[in-house]
């Protein structure tokens, strides 16, 4: 007699044709039956479609990539950027908690004010200096009240071979033009988008696993997820420009935050401090020189 086969636990994902969420689809295909949803079919800006999905696919984790990442554009316009960032996480977070599920959500460096050179930890002050570090962080918080049961994941200048992203942009304009100014006063670490998700399942699989030793300590909060190493954008594009390799190379001005004004103020320091994140569980990407050329090799 056959016996029946287990249904596989869901795991719902919003923001699913984002460049982390795509990622994440594959990713997290070991883990669970994957519910992918675009914005097509998951509005984040409205409260009872979320509602509803929750319900509806009951998901033993909930993993949430998805938020206004326009940073410029949430200046003219923060109350969708607040709806994104900050009440859908929310809710996400009430919807969760009923149900017993787990919810992994994505943050950002932006919810520090830049200030120092040291690499910020999880604990210390935040400070946004933009709308979407704002409602970023505001997304946070109302997780943090909302549902124990949590991952928070903070990311910098995530990029990958799709979507759009610094590094396709420079490699487009790179051929489009002989010579590029690039700020080079602002510090981080670029973060490959597929190094974010393959990262996300290893924590995952460990959180999920059986025989996780039930007196470990807890290891729901947050927790900073880059790729190690740090540059500045003008770093970061004449890296792009080295393995690009085009037959006639742009060339590559640093200029500083000031010569090149936006809609919202940036932070010069992005450095985000991995090492919690390895301490709990082990997990630490490479050096975002190696992921970089890894995703241009693809």
Known sequence: MKQPVKQRDKILLTGSRGQVGWE???????LGEVIALDSERLNLSDADAIRRAVAEIKPRIIVNPAAHTAVDKAESEPDLAHAINATAPGILAEEAEKIGALLVHYSTDYVF????????????ATGP??????????????????????????????????????LLTMRRLMRERPELKIVADQIGAPTWCRGL?????????????PSRG?????????????????TSWHGFAQAIL????????????????????????????SRLNNDKLERVFGVRLPDWRVALRLCMDK
Request: charged share 20%; with cysteine.
């Open 24 to 30: 994440l689809a594959r990713s997290l295909s070991t």
């Open 113 to 124: 004010d830049g200030s120092g050179n040291a690499a910020r930890r999880e604990d210390e």
């Open 129 to 166: 200096l933009n709308v979407y570090g704002a409602t970023k962080l505001a997304g946070e918080l109302a997780i943090q009240a909302n549902c124990r049961r949590h991952l928070i994941f903070r990311t910098s200048w995530v990029y990958g071979a799709r979507g759009a992203n610094f």
């Open 197 to 209: 998700a393959d990262a996300t399942a290893q924590v995952l699989a460990q959180v999920e696993s």
């Open 214 to 230: 039930a007196d470990k300590p807890e290891a729901w909060g947050v927790y900073h997820m880059t790729h190690a190493g740090e």
């Open 242 to 269: 080295d393995l690009d390799a085009p037959e006639t190379p742009a060339r590559l001005l640093p200029i500083p935050s000031s010569d090149y004004p936006t809609p919202a103020q940036r932070p010069l320091n």
